[in-house]
């Protein structure tokens, strides 16, 4: 049990584009999912918590308006990479959060964008 | 949020050897996780230690808390080449109720055959 899936798995985009990520709990509700960032050889840093229903509460420096994030349903919240731009290629890791097992989190596979 | 740290950044060991990684962290917290992520994958869940835990051990992974130290420590014993990868404690910042992680900053393990 506890299976997040992201959707894609891989992207690569041009310049100037814009970006959705998919995350969905697959076999729970998840009142609440967070989005890290990762760049290569470096470890994972929280970009964004995410409730079910309400806003999205960003991490200092990273820009509300730039990664777009929407949590409409307890099993999927998306994060939208608006005009994105090569400094954006990263992965993007996504987790769920299960309440009832010590606030444990469950993590996505990872997306992999890359902005030409 | 701040990073914890962890040491080494890298290590290299032979097959069958111990492996250990330390993780300090600053805050205090509700629990501590160690989690293995294979190059450019998804994270895997090592471990949860409790912040009322000492100690905890699953199969070949032993992990240590100090609290007190605010560091954490996991051993790998008999490592095998299949157990390179990078390892990243995670803690979770009690306070506010979010429960949000903060990563360490992970250390690349190779085990060479």
């Known amino acids: 049990g506890a299976v997040v899936s992201q959707h894609p798995s891989w992207v690569i985009c041009k310049s100037g584009t814009s970006v959705k990520i998919e995350c969905r709990s697959l076999d729970f509700q998840a009142t609440t999912m967070f989005w890290y960032r990762q760049f290569p050889k470096q470890s994972l840093m929280l970009m964004a918590t995410s409730n079910e229903g309400s806003k999205a509460t960003y991490e200092q420096g990273v820009e509300k308006d730039k990664f777009l994030i929407n949590h409409a349903s307890l099993t999927l919240s998306t994060l939208t990479v608006t005009s994105a731009h090569p400094e954006d290629s990263s992965f993007y890791i996504c987790?769920?959060?299960?309440?009832?097992?010590?606030?444990?989190?469950?993590f996505g596979p990872g997306t992999r964008l890359t902005v030409l | 949020s701040q990073q914890g740290e962890e040491d080494p950044q890298a290590l290299s060991i032979q097959e069958g050897e111990n492996a250990t990684m330390n993780c300090s962290y600053k805050?205090?917290?509700?629990?501590l996780q160690w989690y293995r992520q294979n190059s450019g994958r998804g994270l895997v869940h090592l471990i949860l230690?409790?912040?009322?835990?000492r100690e905890k051990h699953s199969g070949r992974l032993r992990v240590t808390l100090d609290t007190s130290k605010k560091s954490s420590s996991l051993l790998i014993t008999a490592s095998r080449a299949a157990d390179t990868a990078s390892y990243f404690c995670a803690t979770d910042e009690g306070t506010s109720g979010t429960y949000k992680y903060i990563f360490g900053t992970g250390t690349r393990l190779k085990v060479l055959a």
């Open positions: 805050t205090s917290i509700n629990n």
């Open positions: 230690i409790r912040s009322n835990e």
């Open positions: 987790s769920a959060k299960q309440g009832r097992f010590y606030n444990e989190q469950f």
